[in-house]
């Protein structure tokens, strides 16, 4: 679906707000990067949202799901009827926590290959935003007002050689960790900075997925089996070795979308899961107030409480008779 989509618009939207970013002093590339990516994270946010709500849910109708289920496995036209009819009766869309993920999908793939494929490709050259690409397109000296012309000028760096516009952290921000081995071939010392940012991306995606299942765990879902733990501890693993291969421009977005979702689904989505929690309980707390409330009589009103005199009444009524 996504290859025959062209994503040139969302490229130029990426772009400009780089260069709006990089306008703003100190005019770092590094920081245009960190502040575009919290700009994307809120844009998604109101969907992530979305599709947390319509997971909380889909979860605490499960039971009622699986009993559906279990009833009708012989037959899946009656299942499948049924289950449009549960899904009716309470309101819930089943896809509505797939639907987010067609939107926010294209926007990362977006973000992901304006820097894997050069900055420069999609970077406003006029107007009041235009100092990110001169920076980078003035090669040597010289201006290039051409894209193609700005992308073969950058090549022509000599080995080793960093522009001012990329440096960010001691790093090469056009660099990855595989080539600052190739451009810095014996300057171990240099290539700490690239190795450290693959570690944080790693760390920061193991820990993601480990606060997922804990939050699970704690809404009483089932723990992850064997299979699912293994795929766990080896994801956050593949991810880094991908990175190992991409500029330290598309890894620092990495990162920094791993910190906002983790800090997202701390303060923010556990919220959600909180109240959801709350309003369960109070639910179940005012059905067992209806189960234990007295019978109504045929009238239907409640019947009064007996009146019943108390145990010193009592006393003094024998004392009398007495």
């Known amino acids: 679906m996504l ?25 770092n590339l590094g920081i245009a990067i960190i502040l575009l990516t919290v700009a994307v994270m809120l844009v998604q946010f109101p969907l992530i949202a979305k599709q947390t709500r319509s997971m909380i849910q889909m979860q ?12 009708y496995k ?6 499948n009827e049924e289950l449009l009819k549960f899904y009716q009766e309470n309101k819930i869309n089943p896809i509505a926590g797939c639907l987010p993920i067609l939107v926010t ?25 235009k100092a990110l690409y001169t920076d980078i397109c003035t090669v040597h000296g010289k201006y290039f007002p051409d894209t193609k012309g700005c992308t073969a000028a950058l090549k022509t760096y000599q080995k080793g050689e960093t522009p001012d516009v990329f440096r960010f952290l001691g ?9 600052v081995q190739t451009q810095l071939a ?27 299942q804990a939050r699970q765990t704690r809404q009483g879902g089932a723990a992850p ?50 109240e959801s929690a709350a309003g369960k309980a109070a639910a ?18 409640a019947k009064p409480a007996p009146n019943r005199p108390s145990p010193n009444a009592r006393r003094n009524k024998k004392k009398r008779k007495r």
């Open 60 to 71: 605490r109708v499960q039971p009622e799901i699986k009993k559906i289920q279990q009833q």
């Open 105 to 129: 999908l294209p926007i990362g793939i977006a973000v992901f290959r304006t820097f894997r494929e050069g900055i420069q490709n999609h970077l406003p050259k006029t107007g009041p935003f």
């Open 74 to 79: 012989d037959d899946r036209a009656k299942q």
């Open 225 to 274: 089996n064997t299979q699912m733990q293994m795929v766990t501890r080896i994801m956050p693993i593949f991810f880094g070795l991908i990175t190992y291969g991409l500029n330290a421009a598309t890894t620092l977005y990495f990162l920094v979308s791993n910190c906002w979702r983790i800090g997202q689904q701390h303060f923010v989505l556990n919220k959600m899961y909180e």
């Open 3 to 27: 290859a025959g989509l062209s994503l040139d618009p969302l490229y130029r939207v990426v772009g400009w707000l780089l260069a709006f970013f990089y306008s703003v002093p100190p005019h």
């Open 171 to 179: 790093m090469n921000l056009n660099w990855s960790a595989r080539e």
């Open 284 to 301: 179940s707390d005012a059905k067992t107030a209806k189960v234990d409330a007295p019978p109504d009589d045929d009238n239907g009103d």
């Open 186 to 212: 014996g300057e171990y010392l240099h290539w700490v900075p690239y190795f450290l940012l693959i570690a944080l991306v790693v760390l920061t995606g193991w820990y993601q997925v480990k606060q997922t």
